[in-house]
C-alpha cells in the first residue's frame, strides 16, 4: 500500500514533510500516525490505512508536490509475521539477551498532545519525567525544565594547560609539525589553525539556523503584502468590563453544567462585534479590483496561536450562534490545532478578525489585517485601572481595543463609531443576551 501527500486544499501545491514519527521496516498498526507533513497554511499527520511493514521512500526535511508517494506498508509481511506466531511458540526455547525494559508509552500517560509529541520526537522516556500538572500530568514546562537540567549537568571538557602538550607525542620516527610556542612568542601556524577550528564551535554553540517552515513563510509574506497594499489605520478605545465579569461569576457553573464549557469572554466580543458590524457595514466588506463587496453574513475569524504560528479558523454565520456554540466551536478549533486536524476548510473565507493578545499579557498592540477582510479587533490584557464614575474615582477592570482597518474603504468616523459601539455593547451587554 503506497502512502501519498493527500490533498489538502485547492491552492496547495506542496508541502513539507516535517517528521517521521517511525522508521523504515517498523511494524505499524492501522489508524497510527506515520508522519506529520507542513504546508503554507496547515500541519497535519498522515495516518496508516492498514496494519503492516513500513518502508519510508522520502526523508523528512524535503519538500515534495502533493500526490507524491512518500512511502508504504507491506500488509503481506504483518499477515505473514502473524501466521508465524503459534509455530514460534511450539519451537524449542533458545537462549536469548536479556530483554531490556521498554521506554513507557507517551499515551498511557497523562500528558496533553502537545507534551506527547515533544517526548515522542526528543526519545524522551515518559517515566523519566515528573509531571506537576493536574493528576500527574506532564505539562510542556516540565519537559522543558527537565532537558534544562541535564544540559546543566553536563561537564565541559578540560582545557589543556599551556604546560602540558594537547596531544599525546607522537609514535617514534613521526615527523612532528610544530612545538609548541614559547611564553611570549607570536603564534605559529599551528596555533593559526587551532583558532580557526574553535571559532566555528563557539559561533555554533550561540547560534541555530533552522529553515522556515511553510506556514511562518506564509505567513511572512502575508504581513508584508498587507502593509505594501493596504492602507492600514489603527483606532483605539478602552472597555470597562465590571459587568461581563459579574455576569461571568454569577452564571459560570450553571453555564457550564448546561453546556459542557467554561463561559469566557470571547462569545461577548463575537456578539458585540456583530451587532456593530451591522451598524456600519463597511468595516463587514472587503475590495474586489474596482469594486467593494458588502457582506450580508458575518463569519468571524478567531486568530489562534497555534506551535508552528498563528491560524484563523472561522466562525460561520456567527450571528446565529449562541454563546455556549461560540465557545464550543473555539475548544474545537484549538483542540484540531493541537492535534494537526485542523482543515482548510477551516481557513477559507472569514469577514472580520478578532485577535486577543491579552491571553500573552498584551497591554496594547496593532493587530494587522487578515486580507481581504478590512478590519480587525485586537483584545487586550485586562487591567485594573482608576477611572470616574459619577464624578467619582473608582477602580474598575479595563480593558484597551484596539481596531485596524483598511482605510481605502472605511473612513475614520465609520472606524471610530464601530469601535464605540463594542464598548458600549461590551459594557452594557444586556441586548447581546436577548438572543432571539
Known sequence: MEIRVPEVGESVREALLAKWFKKSGESV????????IETDKITLDINADAAG????TVAEGTTIPVG?????????????????VPSATVAAPTP???????????????????????????????????????GGRITLDDLFSGIAEKSQQGVAAPIPSPDVPAVPAPPQGMAVASAPPAPGAAPSGASGRVHSEE?????????????????????????VAVRRETAMLTTFNEADLSHIMALRDKYRDHFQKRHGVKLGFMPFFVKAC????????????????????YHHYYDIGIAVGGEKGLVVPILRNAERLHFHEVEQAINGFSEKIKTNRLAIS?????????????????MLSTPILNPPQSGVLGMHAIQERPVVRDGQIVIRPMMFL??????????????????????????DPEELLLEG
Do not use: W
Open 29 to 36: 498498526k492501522r489508524d497510527e500516525a506515520l508522519c506529520e
Open 274 to 293: 456583530v451587532e456593530a458590524l451591522r451598524e456600519f457595514p463597511s468595516v463587514n466588506a472587503s475590495i474586489d479590483g474596482d469594486d467593494i463587496v
Open 96 to 134: 536469548a539477551a536479556p530483554v531490556q525494559p521498554l521506554a513507557a508509552d507517551p499515551a498511557a500517560t497523562p500528558s496533553s498532545p502537545a507534551a506527547r509529541r515533544e517526548m515522542r520526537e526528543q526519545g524522551i522516556d515518559p517515566a523519566s519525567v515528573v509531571g506537576t500538572g493536574k
Open 68 to 84: 507524491t508517494v512518500i512511502g508504504s506498508i507491506d500488509e503481506q509481511q504483518a499477515a505473514v509475521a502473524v501466521a508465524a
Open 402 to 427: 484596539a481596531l485596524s482597518y483598511d482605510h481605502r474603504i472605511i473612513d475614520g468616523r465609520e472606524a471610530v463609531g464601530f469601535l464605540k459601539s463594542v464598548k458600549e455593547y461590551i459594557e
Open 199 to 223: 571559532a566555528p564551535l563557539y559561533a555554533a554553540e550561540r547560534e541555530e539556523r533552522r529553515a522556515m517552515s511553510p506556514i511562518r513563510k506564509r505567513i511572512a509574506e502575508r504581513l
Open 346 to 362: 477551516d481557513l477559507e473565507g472569514g469577514t472580520f478578525t478578532i485577535s486577543n493578545g491579552g491571553v500573552y499579557g498584551s
Open 53 to 56: 511493514v513500513l518502508s519510508i
